[in-house]
């Protein structure tokens, strides 16, 4: 019965047959120098023998920062392996003191150390391209068929080994955050179930968990997804004692009934499948149980995708990280300068340009400081996108966010966009639209992140009130990074710019509200092809209004019907303004659609400048 996928089976190292005469002539010579009480269990009692068998020590797996370890493990009454990956970062002498998260990586059935090297570089990639925090990944040893439980008749304490041996071990021996907001659990097939056991057993020690690809998640293990009745009855047998009853105990769906409400209150849990994957059927039900128990969590399904652990981590993409970014926060590169500090270098009622290195890409932003500013309290922060042909300066303008930043208190970011021009017909990569930063596959996303770890150093920033808006490719833009970046905004106000991917998959819920014309042409409210830029001829497709709402309504689990209002003294120029709410959404969240009856394409109450068309 195969959890692991191919690219985390281990092939087994067979034993030698060793002559009885010469076994015999072994034992009495550890009963003659040792005495009798030598050995704690009689020679020939089952569970010394099958305890003797168990591979609690794995080859070493070399690999770029990559190395084996062991520790004396009290449960297991043996020396115990694992594989420990360290970023660079562990060993940068200005981190010398500082403590870094941990990621327990659960594998799949058949040992997983031929996985080993390909999960640690996936890690590295994402670390050095700052898509994710550094943190140190622990591959656990959890034997090729140990499901990460405790075995019933004693021969492998194995849950016991991880959480009471292993995590205290490596909080012992390495620089970590020493607590539940400094772990995480995740792991494919066998492991994605091991991550949702040990999750919803201990959610006091594990901040996130991370079930992907899970198998067994069946209510009774009588055949497996990806076996037959006889393998999956070997595995009863040999783990859970061949009661059902006891694999029902033990499994991650009555654990999650037990401790939902633990649960439910500080862990952040997701769920991700291929659609081609055989366990597919049990881990849309498992989804379903959660949902049931009102456990939060994300369902995300990849089409096309089969039981495949690196083909789930490369379909995912950089979705992956955005998860991991939640569970352990995104604190600067460099430690942040004191807001004292950073006083002098900023003049409320003044803009100031900022310029970062994302990649290869050299990236600018223009950050206005609002009159009033007091760097000793925290700030909430506006993000505004252009249009597809516009830049920050034309947006300042035409948004006109600059006055009513001084009104109400709040630092406003204009990003630049990337053209073939320096500062002209500069767009963002929204997902299908537009232009020179989709063609050209701009990372806007790590853009914007590693834009707002750079306004942090400067200006004391509120990181819980982030909010972004933009015009047009701008909203399109605005609504990726709630997707995508949902860990960094609270809220975000698209305007003319529908939804530029088919879905959302934020790890957090965040509040929309849309602005859009009845009449854009540009954006067609119902979808469709657009009229394009009159610079570029370029015509994209867009999805509808009502399509972006949607996928918002579910993610964010709005479940009231909506309520619709229409707006006084809004029939001007023929035009009137009608604002539906779809409420009742996870930590209070809304949706709001405000409908402009004749509107175009432009910010209400302005006309749009020809290059942010």
């Not at 694992?82 to 799949?108: C, I, M, Q, S």
């Not at 492998?156 to 607590?179: F, G, M, N, Q, W």
């Not at 037959?228 to 694999?247: H, I």
């Not at 769906?253 to 049990?282: C, H, W, Y």
Request: aromatic share 8%.
């Amino acid at each position: 019965m195969q959890y692991g996928g191919s690219a985390f089976v281990e092939t087994r190292m067979e034993i030698p047959h060793m002559d009885p005469a010469r076994v015999l002539a072994l034992l009495l010579c550890v009963l003659g120098c040792f005495g009798p009480g030598a050995l704690a269990q009689p020679v020939d009692d089952p569970r010394a023998q099958a305890s003797a068998k168990i591979q609690w020590v794995t080859p070493e797996i070399k690999a770029p920062r990559v190395s084996l370890h062991t520790f004396d493990s009290a449960a297991a009454k043996a020396k115990v392996s694992y594989h420990l990956y360290t970023p660079a970062a562990y060993a940068a002498p200005e981190n010398k003191d500082r403590r870094f998260p941990v990621v327990y990586w659960l594998h799949g059935s058949g040992g997983g150390g031929a996985g080993i090297a390909k999960v640690a570089a996936h890690f590295d990639a994402a670390i050095e391209a700052g898509k994710t925090p550094p943190c140190l990944v622990v591959f656990v040893n959890g034997l090729v068929e140990g499901m990460y439980v405790d075995w019933k008749d004693g021969t492998a304490p194995l849950e016991t080994v991880i959480v009471k041996d292993l995590v205290p071990h490596v909080d012992a021996s390495y620089r970590t955050i020493a607590a539940r907001e400094g772990r995480m659990l995740d792991g494919f097939s066998m492991g994605g179930y091991g991550s949702a056991r040990l999750g919803f057993k201990y959610p006091e020690m594990f901040r996130a968990v991370s079930i992907v690809g899970a198998g067994p998640m069946q209510a009774e293990l009588i055949q497996a997804p990806r076996a037959g009745r006889k393998r999956a009855a070997e595995v009863l047998a040999k783990v859970y004692g061949g009661d059902q009853a006891y694999f029902r105990a033990v499994s991650p769906r009555v654990l999650a009934e037990q401790n939902a409400e633990a649960i439910a209150k500080g862990s952040l849990v997701r769920m991700v499948i291929g659609d081609k994957d055989e366990t597919f059927a049990p881990n849309k039900d498992f989804h379903e149980h959660l949902e049931r128990l009102k456990i939060p969590h994300t369902w995300t399904v990849l089409p096309g995708i089969e039981h495949d652990p690196m083909g789930v981590l490369s379909a995912m993409g950089d979705d992956n990280w955005a998860f991991y970014r939640a569970a352990f926060g995104e604190p600067p590169a460099t430690p942040a300068k004191p807001a004292e500090a950073a006083k002098p270098a900023l003049a409320p009622g003044k803009a100031i340009t900022r310029a970062i290195k994302v990649g290869t890409l050299d990236r600018r932003s223009l950050v206005y400081i609002p009159r009033g500013y007091d760097a000793a309290r925290p700030t909430p922060v506006v993000v505004v996108f252009h249009g597809g042909g516009g830049n920050p300066e034309t947006m300042v303008s035409f948004s006109g966010l600059n006055d009513k930043a001084d009104e109400a208190g709040f630092i406003v970011v204009y990003p630049y966009g990337t053209g073939r021009l320096p500062n002209r017909l500069l767009t963002f990569n929204g997902g299908n639209c537009c232009g020179y930063a989709m063609d050209n596959n701009i990372d806007d996303v790590g853009f914007t992140r590693a834009m707002l770890d750079d306004l942090a150093t400067v200006a004391n920033v509120d990181a819980n009130r982030v909010y972004a808006t933009g015009m047009s490719n701008g909203g399109i833009m605005a609504y990726r990074v709630a997707s995508e970046l949902a860990d960094r905004f609270a809220a975000i106000a698209p305007v003319g710019g529908p939804m530029g991917t088919e879905t959302c998959k934020p790890t957090r819920p965040v509040a929309i509200m849309h602005f859009h014309g009845t009449a854009d042409a540009n954006a067609p409210f119902n979808g469709g092809q657009g009229v394009g830029h009159p610079l570029t001829n370029v015509r994209p497709v867009f999805l509808s209004v009502q399509h972006s709402l949607d996928q918002w309504i579910k993610a964010n689990g709005c479940g009231q019907p909506p309520e619709i209002v229409q707006l006084p003294d809004s029939a001007a120029d023929g035009m009137t303004v009608k604002r539906t709410t779809w409420g009742g959404g996870k930590d209070g969240t809304e949706v709001v659609l405000i409908e402009i009856t004749g509107g175009g394409h432009t910010w209400p109450g302005r006309e749009p400048p020809l290059e942010m068309l």
